[in-house]
């Protein structure tokens, strides 16, 4: 079992930066895929980014790459996404999910492939 709990929203401006952490209780951390959702009000949980257990592997919705950037640090058992250029669109509850792999370089883009979600945290972008 795993228990995520995230950190770091809050009110920013456009153009700002915000770095959110998602951290996981549990041994065996090292063995899940992370990624990053986020729901705006009234809209579908929509995929943001996602890392593989070992890290080497990265993947990015087209509406932030080039301005996040997702990590994870194994021995702390957290993961980060650090948010540049933000602009108003950001505006939403950002939520972390683990999803289990067997594969160091796998990772996961669909919200049913991910086992562990959670409560997420709210980041507003003012214009």
């Known amino acids: 079992q795993v228990q995520l709990v995230e950190s770091g929203g809050g009110l920013v401006q456009a153009g700002g930066s915000l770095r959110l952490s998602c951290a996981a209780s549990?041994?065996?951390?090292?063995?899940?895929?992370m990624g990053w959702f986020r729901q705006a009000p009234g809209k579908e949980r929509v995929f943001v980014a996602a890392i593989s257990w070992s890290g080497g592997s990265t993947y990015y919705a087209d509406s932030v790459k080039g301005r996040f950037t997702i990590s994870r640090d194994n021995a702390k058992n957290t993961v980060y996404l650090q948010m540049n250029s933000l602009i108003p669109e950001d505006t939403a509850v950002y939520s972390c999910?683990?999803?289990?792999?067997?594969?160091?370089?796998?990772?996961?883009?669909?919200?049913?492939?991910?086992?562990?979600w959670g409560q997420g945290t709210q980041v507003t972008v003012s214009s």
């Open positions: 999910a683990a999803g289990r792999t067997y594969y160091s370089e796998s990772y996961y883009i669909l919200v049913g492939d991910y086992d562990h």
């Open positions: 549990g041994r065996t951390f090292s063995r899940y895929a």
